[in-house]
C-alpha cells in the first residue's frame, strides 16, 4: 500500500488532535480495527504507534480516513508537529474488529479517548439501515472538554446518552449507571438484551465486563493497549483471557484483538 498524505492535522483540545489521512483506493477497514502509524520521518521514536481508526470517506479514487490521539509522549508530540501535505507513513489496517449482530439492539459505548472506534460503529450502522429504536449510544468523559467528537455523534441521531464524572455535561457520574439502570428496566420487561459495543479506559471496561457476568451478555470490547509491531511478531500486547472453566491463554491484541467478549477477560 502506498504512503498516505496528510490533508489536516487539527488541534480540537490542548492536547487532543484530529488527523485526516489521504489513502488510495485499496485501503479498507471494519470499526475496531486500527493502524500502526511511523511517528516522524525519522527512526525516533523506533516503534510505531497504534491508532483506531475513527472514520472513512470513499470515492472512486482513494479513501480519507481519520484518527483521534491524544499527546502522551515523544511519539506523539512529534505527530503534533506534522503538516497538511506531509507523508503519513502507516501500515494496516490489522485486528479483527466488531462482530455487528443482527436481530437484536445494539448499545454503543465510548469513554473519554475511546470514542473513535465507537463513532465509526455508530457510523456503519446508520449506512447500514440500522433504525433508531435498536441502536443507543453511552458516552462518558471526565469532563466536556472530553466528550470528544460529540457534534459528530449527535448528527448521526440515534439516541444519545452523555455523562461527566464533574458534571460538566449531562448526567453526573459514571456512564455504566444509566447503562445499568436501562438493563434493569430490559430485565424486569423481560425485553431481549442488548449487545453491547464498548472502548475506554480500563476502569470502564472493568466494570462492564462485571455486567456482562452479572446480565450475561455479550459485550465486544475494543482494548487500548500498548503495542510493538501490530502483526503479532513481538508478543507485547498479549492479553490472558479465559480458556474454559478453569484454565487460560494469553492472545495478541493486535491480532485476534484488539475485539474480545467481555466475559473471557482475565483482568490484571
Not at 34 to 61: A, G, H, K, Q
Not at 88 to 105: K, M, V, W, Y
Not at 150 to 170: A, F, Q, W
Amino acid at each position: 500500500m502506498l504512503p498516505g498524505i496528510i490533508l489536516y492535522n487539527r488541534r480540537i483540545t490542548v492536547d487532543t488532535l484530529r488527523m485526516g489521512i489521504a489513502a488510495d483506493d485499496k485501503f479498507k477497514a471494519r470499526p475496531g480495527q486500527f493502524i500502526m502509524m511511523r511517528c516522524s520521518t525519522t527512526m525516533d521514536p523506533l516503534l510505531r504507534r497504534p491508532f483506531s481508526i475513527l472514520s472513512i470517506r470513499e470515492s472512486e479514487t482513494q479513501r480519507n480516513f481519520e484518527i483521534l490521539y491524544r499527546i502522551v509522549g515523544t511519539g506523539t508530540q512529534r505527530m503534533a508537529d506534522m503538516k497538511e501535505g506531509d507523508k503519513a507513513d502507516f501500515l494496516g489496517p490489522f485486528g479483527t474488529g466488531f462482530q455487528i449482530r443482527d436481530n437484536c439492539e445494539n448499545w454503543l459505548i465510548a469513554g473519554g479517548i475511546g470514542v473513535p472506534p465507537i463513532y465509526f460503529l455508530a457510523e456503519e450502522l446508520k449506512k447500514m439501515g440500522e433504525p433508531k429504536e435498536n441502536v443507543r449510544i453511552y458516552f462518558g468523559s471526565k469532563t466536556f472538554e472530553e466528550l470528544y467528537c460529540i457534534k459528530d455523534l449527535e448528527k448521526i441521531d440515534y439516541p444519545l446518552i452523555i455523562s461527566t464524572d464533574d458534571s460538566s455535561y449531562g448526567e453526573s457520574g459514571f456512564i455504566s449507571n444509566p447503562l445499568v439502570k436501562t438493563l434493569d428496566e430490559y430485565l424486569r420487561a423481560k425485553k431481549p438484551m442488548p449487545v453491547i459495543y464498548a472502548c475506554g479506559p480500563d476502569g470502564l471496561l472493568q466494570v462492564l465486563a462485571r455486567t456482562a457476568e452479572l446480565y450475561d451478555i455479550e459485550i465486544q470490547m475494543s482494548l487500548e493497549t500498548r503495542m510493538g509491531c501490530g502483526l503479532g511478531i513481538c508478543q507485547g500486547c498479549a492479553i490472558k483471557m479465559k480458556k474454559g472453566d478453569s484454565d487460560f491463554e494469553y492472545i495478541r491484541a493486535c491480532v485476534e484483538g484488539p475485539v474480545f467478549d467481555a466475559r473471557r477477560i482475565v483482568w490484571l
